[in-house]
């Protein structure tokens, strides 16, 4: 795995959180329950899907339960944010996801049981920073809440998975003794310059319609896609006319992620749909683009400023260098250690599926972690 990729990934939280998942420990299945109870289809879904069909212990070892609900809140999440995107997940990858899932389920829970007050301590830092991070790229409270709601989350539950998250992390990194000096970081940084090169960027204001179903995702009809196609035309003359650009975002953007913050992205060469990509770098200043098309809707594109592509400096990049290089350490010598762990705690697999894709992920990470070079 790269660093330059992990520094990417640590950077863009936002999309991490789709991967966060958290499962209950028995004992507290109830009251967590009764607590934290959703809204949402969802979660109406899920609720549904419990009644019918039960709610069965999908996984166990000693001192925690994982149940199929936990399994279900964490695919729902998966499954949400695909959509929103647009996206749909095959279904023959379904199971493979899952089973990962239920994987990361079982390793949280081994790894609280081992956490100690400090790690519990590091885990709300951590978790503290996260939020801070991901309110500030959202805009607003009002708008960081209503991304997640569309995700079956709140604000609650958010930071419980953060904070369980981190605390986990932290006691795996301290059972495993893994550190990084400032020495290993800074050699790190010198040998691989091409791994801290930040390609050419732009900042753009958007303003969006959406051609899919906003409940389904399907294409709109062919009479629907015109009659977007002359209101985005419409938006377009106004903007053009001198309309103030924030204002018009307000008013007819359908972009939930970017509206609060006035349709504002900061975008990279070969990180955008290239339709996108085409237009906002081949935009001078505050100058404003045609209609864009592209597989989900029609885009009005702003240039609010051009950013040359540079070499990170090294002390931009340290903190999360540092941090990447405990996580690929860490990668490396989990899988034995939490071999061991699920050993001495009797870890079973109840659904017969979920137990043979498992056991793959469990051969392939041993296999791999043995492979892997130091460092690389």
């Known amino acids: 795995m790269k660093i330059k990729a992990e520094i990417i990934f640590l950077m863009a939280l936002g999309a991490l959180l789709l991967a966060l998942p958290v499962a209950r420990a028995a004992k507290a299945n109830a009251s967590t329950n009764a607590a934290s109870a959703d809204t949402g289809t969802n979660v109406n879904l899920n609720a549904t899907m419990t009644a019918l069909f039960g709610n069965p212990v999908v996984a166990r070892g000693k001192g925690f339960e994982i149940k199929q609900s936990d399994l279900d809140e964490v695919m729902t999440g998966i499954k949400s944010a695909a959509a929103?995107?647009?996206?749909?997940?095959?279904?023959?990858?379904?199971?493979?996801?899952?089973a990962q899932m239920?994987?990361?389920?079982?390793?949280?829970?081994?790894?609280?049981?081992?956490?100690?007050?400090?790690?519990?301590?590091?885990?709300?830092?951590?978790?503290?920073?996260?939020?801070?991070?991901?309110?500030?790229?959202?805009?607003?409270q009002e708008a960081l809440n209503r991304q997640f709601t569309a995700l079956g989350m709140s604000m609650g539950q958010l930071n419980a998975r953060l904070v369980q998250e981190g605390t986990a992390q932290t006691a795996l990194e301290r059972e495993l003794k893994i550190t990084v000096t400032d020495a290993e970081a800074r050699k790190f940084y010198d040998d691989h310059p091409a791994d801290f090169e930040q390609p050419e960027m732009v900042r753009i204001a958007q303003i969006f319609l959406s051609t899919r179903d906003p409940l389904t995702g399907a294409e709109l009809s062919d009479t629907d896609?015109?009659?977007?196609?002359?209101?985005?035309?419409?938006?377009?003359?106004?903007?053009?006319?001198?309309?103030?650009?924030?204002?018009?975002?307000?008013?007819?953007?359908?972009?939930?992620?970017?509206?609060?913050?006035?349709?504002?992205?900061?975008?990279?060469?070969?990180?955008a749909p290239p339709e996108i990509e085409?237009?906002?770098?081949?935009?001078?200043?505050?100058?404003?683009?045609?209609?864009?098309?592209?597989?989900?809707?029609?885009h009005i594109i702003k240039l609010l400023e051009k950013i040359p592509a540079k070499k990170l400096d090294y002390a931009t990049v340290a903190d999360d260098l540092k941090r990447a290089l405990i996580q690929q350490k860490a990668a490396k010598l989990a899988p034995p250690y939490m071999a061991t762990l699920r050993k001495e705690t009797g870890v079973e697999?109840?659904?017969p599926d979920l137990n043979a894709v498992e056991q793959q992920i469990q051969s392939e990470a041993a296999t791999n972690a043995l492979a892997a070079p130091d460092g690389k």
């Not at 830092?125 to 939020?131: I, Y």
């Not at 209609?291 to 809707?297: D, E, I, L, R, Y």
């Open 349 to 351: 697999i109840l659904d």
């Open 278 to 298: 085409a237009a906002a770098f081949s935009l001078n200043t505050n100058q404003i683009s045609d209609a864009v098309t592209t597989t989900v809707g029609y």
């Open 225 to 271: 896609k015109a009659t977007k196609k002359k209101e985005i035309e419409d938006i377009l003359k106004r903007a053009r006319a001198g309309g103030n650009f924030s204002n018009l975002v307000e008013q007819y953007s359908e972009d939930s992620v970017s509206k609060d913050k006035g349709g504002v992205y900061t975008v990279a060469r070969g990180q």
């Open 84 to 98: 929103m995107r647009n996206q749909a997940i095959p279904p023959a990858q379904m199971k493979l996801i899952e």
């Open 102 to 140: 239920l994987d990361r389920l079982i390793q949280v829970q081994l790894l609280m049981q081992k956490a100690t007050d400090a790690d519990r301590a590091a885990g709300k830092k951590m978790a503290d920073v996260q939020m801070k991070t991901l309110l500030e790229r959202a805009g607003s």
